[in-house]
C-alpha cells in the first residue's frame, strides 16, 4: 500500500475523504494512481491531459506530480456536476492553477484542441491518461495521435477488466509501427503506450 506522505494535508485529505466513495465515482485505485504520478516524475512531463475527470481524484495525482515539473493538466469531463466537484476538489488542493478542467464531449473537445495546436494557441501533449467511455478508446486515439509529441505516453485504464470493450483499442496500438506497448497487471489493467 503506498503512503501519502508526499501530499500536502490538504491534499492527503482530499484524497483519503474520495478514496471512501472511489466505487461511485469509477476512481482508479491508489497503486495505479501512484504509478501515473512516478511516470510523470520520471518522464518530466510538462504537457499532460487527461479524458475522463469524474471528481477529480486522479487528476489530483496527475497535477500533483506536474507541481513537481512546472507543467500543468488539461481534463476532459462531459458531466457537469463531476466537472463541479472536481473544481472543488482542486481548489481545495491548491492546484487549481495549474489545471484545466474542460466541460464537454471528448471527441468535440479534442477536435477543438486540435485547431488550438495548430493555430499556436496551445502545445502539443507529453503524456495523455485515457479514462473515459471504454468502446471510445480507439476513437479517442484518432484524435490524440496527432496530439502526442513523439516520445510521448499513452496510459490507458481499464484494459484488462473491461478488454472485450477496448479490444479495437489495444488491437491498433498493438499493430502500431510507432508505438511499444506494455499492459500493466494493476486493478483495472493499465495499457501503456510510448510513442517512438
Ligand atoms: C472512469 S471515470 C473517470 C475517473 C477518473 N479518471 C478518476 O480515476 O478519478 C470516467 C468519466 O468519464 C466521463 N466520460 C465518459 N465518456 C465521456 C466523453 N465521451 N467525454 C467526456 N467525458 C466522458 C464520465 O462522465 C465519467 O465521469
Excluded at 494535508?9 to 471512501?20: M, R, S
Excluded at 476512481?27 to 475522463?52: P, Y
Excluded at 487528476?59 to 466537484?85: C, N, P, Q, Y
Excluded at 466541460?103 to 493555430?119: K, N
Amino acid at each position: 500500500m503506498q503512503s501519502l506522505c508526499e501530499f500536502s494535508d490538504d491534499t492527503k485529505e482530499v484524497l483519503l475523504e474520495l478514496e471512501k466513495t472511489r466505487k461511485d465515482f469509477w476512481n482508479v485505485d491508489r497503486a495505479t494512481a501512484n504509478f501515473l504520478n512516478m511516470l510523470i516524475k520520471i518522464h518530466n512531463s510538462k504537457n499532460v491531459l487527461e479524458i475522463g475527470t469524474s471528481n477529480g481524484y486522479s487528476g489530483i495525482w496527475l497535477a500533483d506530480a506536474l507541481k513537481h515539473t512546472g507543467g500543468k493538466l488539461t481534463t476532459i469531463e462531459f458531466w457537469d456536476k463531476r466537472r463541479s466537484v472536481a473544481q472543488e476538489n482542486f481548489k481545495k488542493c491548491g492546484l487549481d492553477g495549474i489545471i484545466d478542467a474542460r466541460l464537454g464531449s471528448a471527441l468535440l473537445i479534442l477536435d477543438e484542441m486540435r485547431g488550438e495546436i495548430e493555430q499556436g494557441i496551445r502545445d502539443s501533449f507529453d503524456f495523455i491518461f485515457i479514462d473515459a467511455n471504454k468502446p471510445e478508446y480507439v476513437e479517442y486515439f484518432h484524435k490524440i495521435d496527432p496530439l502526442l509529441k513523439s516520445g510521448g505516453i499513452i496510459a490507458a485504464d481499464n484494459t484488462i477488466s473491461h478488454a472485450k470493450k477496448v479490444e479495437p483499442y489495444l488491437k491498433e496500438l498493438l499493430e502500431h509501427p510507432s508505438y511499444q506497448n506494455q499492459m500493466l497487471n494493476f486493478e483495472a489493467g493499465l495499457f501503456l503506450s510510448f510513442k517512438i
